[in-house]
């Protein structure tokens, strides 16, 4: 009987995987050697022949790297030149070669925008069945997997960068390795992380290309009323407000030197964008900046620029005494010109002060009770000395007594 021919397949695996290798491998049974052997595909009148995927190399037709157009029926059988001259054909081997388990990157939380210092997990995932995978991520640019570091974790599927920075923006990908087959998944579609600013390709290329991002929201902090000087016990309100569209913020104040935030208190409140200090004190004197937080993305804004409050005691109108020694043959004294009604006198310093139109008055009052003062006691001088020379002390004092005793300084 003609020897019979035994397709084997190398190795044995029920399933096999695009882009692995397979080895279909022809023995005949007997003692008879120096076969030339030939391989059959079911539906080609031609027998298998070597090309790029594939080669021959005597009992074995090796595919290096199979596609999905390698898989069907395959058989054999082997010729020589001696009797038998050639054997029976081998029973069928069905070959099947399947697309490679596919390999899914998403993203944790699924935001398009990722501002610095944020927390985002790149999770990997192989479709169907397998397990045991062994992720391995890549970023676009780097010959090397990623690997974990000072901002970034490394666990199971999942690949967490802790606090993005802009060095963090980029495209990535990832794959499944596996001992068993198939010993390795697809690579997954490339997944865009945009972490606000700009990012460097590779430091050889020297090139910087501009990612299109979106900044942090800026906090804004103003005043209300807008006064660069406030007193004690006025009222005053600090705004924060962010930029853009964004709603739903919570406002919080820190003043300088600080560590914890401002909180309301007896002399303040806080009531949504507005921190106001109902009853101002040298206390809250000092730099104040505020920021806004909220669920959504972003979750917080950009700290807003410091707003210097300035808080100053209260002026009190103070009362101004000028005595006034007059020496007899002194010159008249030139009264000294008056302030403004928003300056009080001290000594020879002037200290503005919005609350002294009152104390301008009084001094204003005081000199001209002074100076009739002064013209009384001048004319009384005079007539004093007019009478010494005329004689007039000789008149007869009972005659010309006055009524009044404050009148006797005015009679000879």
């Known amino acids: 009987e003609r020897p019979q021919a035994v397709l084997t397949q190398e190795p044995a695996w029920t399933q096999i995987y695009e882009s692995e290798r397979v080895t279909l491998r022809c023995q005949v049974q007997g003692g008879y050697t120096d076969w030339r052997f030939t391989w059959y595909k079911a539906g080609r009148n031609a027998p298998v022949t070597q090309d790029y995927y594939s080669s021959i190399d005597g009992d074995r037709y090796t595919i290096s790297s199979a596609t999905g157009d390698h898989s069907g029926e395959y058989t054999c059988k082997g010729e020589r030149r001696g009797n038998p001259s050639y054997s029976k054909t081998s029973d069928a081997l069905t070959l099947r070669v399947s697309e490679r388990p596919q390999a899914v990157l998403t993203q944790e939380p699924a935001w398009t925008q990722i501002y610095e210092s944020e927390s985002v997990t790149l999770r990997c995932q192989v479709q ?3 397990t045991d995978w062994k992720f391995t991520w890549y970023k676009a640019g780097r010959n090397a997997p990623v690997t974990q570091d000072y901002y970034s974790s490394i666990y199971g599927d999942r690949y967490t960068i802790r606090y993005a920075t802009r060095d963090h923006s980029g495209e990535y990908t990832c794959k499944g390795e596996r001992r068993g087959n198939p010993s390795y998944s697809k690579t997954s579609h490339a997944l865009t992380l945009r972490v606000s600013g700009t990012y460097s390709t590779p430091s050889s290329a020297r090139l910087w290309t501009p990612i299109p991002t979106i900044e942090r929201p800026q906090a804004v902090l103003t005043r209300e009323p807008a006064w660069t000087q406030i007193y004690e016990s006025e009222r005053v309100t600090l705004r924060c407000q962010v930029q853009g569209g964004y709603t739903d913020w919570k406002f919080t104040w820190y003043k300088a030197g600080r560590n914890a ?68 043959g002194s010159p008249r004294p030139n009264p000294t010109p008056p302030v403004s009604s928003d300056q009080t006198a001290v000594g020879e310093k002037t200290k503005t002060c919005p609350d002294c139109a009152l104390g301008s008055w009084l001094w204003i009052l005081q000199t001209v009770y002074i100076t009739v003062l002064i013209l009384l006691f001048s004319a009384v001088q005079i007539y004093t000395r007019t009478c010494r020379n ?23």
């Open 128 to 130: 169907g069945g397998y």
């Open 261 to 328: 935030p401002v909180t309301q208190d007896y002399y303040s409140s806080i009531d949504g964008d507005r921190y106001t200090i109902r009853y101002a004190t040298r206390d809250h004197s000092g730099e104040y900046t505020c920021k806004g937080e909220r669920t959504g993305n972003p979750s917080y804004s950009k700290t807003s620029d410091a707003l210097t409050l300035r808080v100053s005691a209260r002026v009190s109108t103070s009362t101004l005494t000028v005595t006034t020694i007059i020496h007899e």
């Open 390 to 412: 005329t004689g007039s002390a000789d008149l007869d004092y009972e005659n010309t007594r006055p009524s009044h005793p404050a009148a006797e300084t005015l009679l000879c």
